[in-house]
């Protein structure tokens, strides 16, 4: 559990930790500088993959240009690679947003700036919602609003948000029921009733960055989904905002002809 990983105070999110090298794919673990440039077909080792039991493992390694020893190492740990483990993209783009919300001590900003529901998700996620949420509000700022359409930024925001808010709660659901468990039994918490020590876990997650460094540290997947999710999520979003502002006489022409009353949101 996360107990056992301990802070450093070079390197306090743990950023050039081995223990991302557990979040890659068999892919990325094998695309490092010094292999051979032919890449091999993933879909179809995944194919056999779903085929063969852990017996017949050896004969995948036959269908890539890699050497059977590559390929068993990168189906290990890192303990067992050639050349140490690149920090993924990912974890740089979740210790950016950490460092640019350094300021801010928990996610109260958000709720109060999109009148959003206090969550798990929230409270775990704040350094990467607020940088891919001021992102999409950037395009209010760079486009100008057309002749009548009217946004609001901040209800746009606060409504797309609450939706993927939904999803990254159900996505860490399991994995919070855990970690909180464990640190009930390690005495960590504080509350006389469930709810009481649930909360002063989130605000221990939200307001420690070492903390959630090291939950992170311990289920790199779930950080890596989380980046994916969220940073789609911005990018849909940005760019239907973009071309709704830049091609809104179009649409309005379009679909509703010269006569369309001001519209507002």
């Known amino acids: 559990?996360?107990?056992?990983?301990?802070?450093?105070?070079?390197?306090?999110?743990?950023?050039?930790?081995?223990?991302?090298?557990?979040?890659?794919?068999?892919?990325?673990?094998?695309?490092?500088?010094?292999?051979?440039a032919v890449k091999p077909n993933f879909a179809q080792i995944a194919k056999h993959c779903r085929r063969v039991g852990i017996d017949s493992l050896l004969g995948l390694a036959s269908l890539t240009p890699y050497s059977t020893t590559d390929f068993f190492r990168a189906l290990g740990d890192t303990g067992s690679m050639s050349q140490p483990a690149p920090t993924p993209q990912w974890v740089d783009f979740w210790a950016s947003a950490e460092g640019a919300s350094h300021a801010c001590a928990g996610c109260r900003d958000l709720l109060e700036e999109y009148t959003l529901p206090d969550s798990a998700a929230m409270r775990l996620?704040?350094?990467?919602?607020?940088?891919?949420?001021?992102?999409?509000?950037s395009e209010f700022a760079v486009n100008l609003m057309p002749a009548g359409l009217a946004l609001n930024s901040r209800r746009v925001m606060s409504s797309a948000a609450e939706w993927l808010l939904r999803e990254l709660n159900a996505m860490l659901s399991r994995t919070l029921t855990l970690e909180?468990?464990?640190?009930?039994?390690?005495?960590?918490?504080?509350?006389?009733?469930?709810?009481?020590?649930?909360?002063?876990?989130l605000i221990a997650i939200s307001s420690e960055p070492s903390r959630r460094a090291a939950l992170f540290l311990?289920?790199?997947?779930?950080?890596?989904?989380?980046?994916?999710?969220?940073?789609?999520?911005?990018?849909?979003?940005?760019?239907?905002?973009?071309?709704?502002?830049?091609e809104w006489q179009e649409i309005r022409l379009f679909f509703f002809g010269k006569n369309l009353l001001p519209i507002s949101r």
């Open 125 to 137: 996620f704040h350094p990467l919602l607020r940088a891919c949420m001021h992102r999409v509000t």
């Open 218 to 246: 311990e289920y790199p997947l779930l950080l890596r989904n989380a980046v994916s999710r969220i940073d789609r999520w911005a990018s849909y979003l940005s760019e239907l905002i973009s071309r709704l502002l830049q």
């Open 180 to 201: 909180v468990n464990c640190a009930r039994l390690r005495r960590e918490l504080r509350g006389n009733t469930p709810e009481e020590r649930f909360e002063s876990y």
């Open 1 to 36: 559990m996360i107990s056992r990983l301990a802070n450093s105070a070079e390197d306090p999110l743990h950023k050039g930790s081995a223990e991302w090298f557990r979040g890659l794919t068999l892919q990325e673990r094998l695309e490092r500088p010094g292999h051979a």
